[in-house]
């Protein structure tokens, strides 16, 4: 069975062991819902999640900004956060 979004955590290159313990696993959909409601609800699936520190990690070092959430993080503060992280590092946007 496919999963519904191509945007969803496991689907992008590079990932560790720490994917197997995402708390989103079976609710890819819901990590995506760029509703008000949606991303709330997506936050409070992160907020118990155990690898959320690897995760967020990963979507700013693979450039998983554009949607949905990861780490607990909307993809505007991801933006952010990944321009900060490329300045600190001394590259141009
Ligand atoms: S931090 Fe959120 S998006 Fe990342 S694996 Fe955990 S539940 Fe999924």
Redesign the pocket.
């Known amino acids: 069975m496919s999963r519904p979004s191509r945007y969803a955590?496991d689907t992008l290159p590079g990932r560790g062991q720490w994917?197997h313990q995402?708390?989103?696993v079976g609710q890819w959909s819901a990590?995506d819902d760029e509703t008000p409601a949606g991303v709330t609800y997506?936050k409070q699936?992160?907020r118990s999640?155990p690898?959320?520190m690897a995760?967020?990690d990963d979507a700013l070092r693979t450039g998983d900004v554009k949607h949905g959430?990861?780490?607990?993080l909307g993809w505007r503060r991801r933006q952010r956060l990944a321009a900060m992280r490329r300045k600190a590092a001394g590259s141009t946007p």
């Open positions: 955590p994917i995402a708390a989103c990590m997506a699936i992160c999640c690898v959320r995760c967020l959430v990861r780490g607990g």
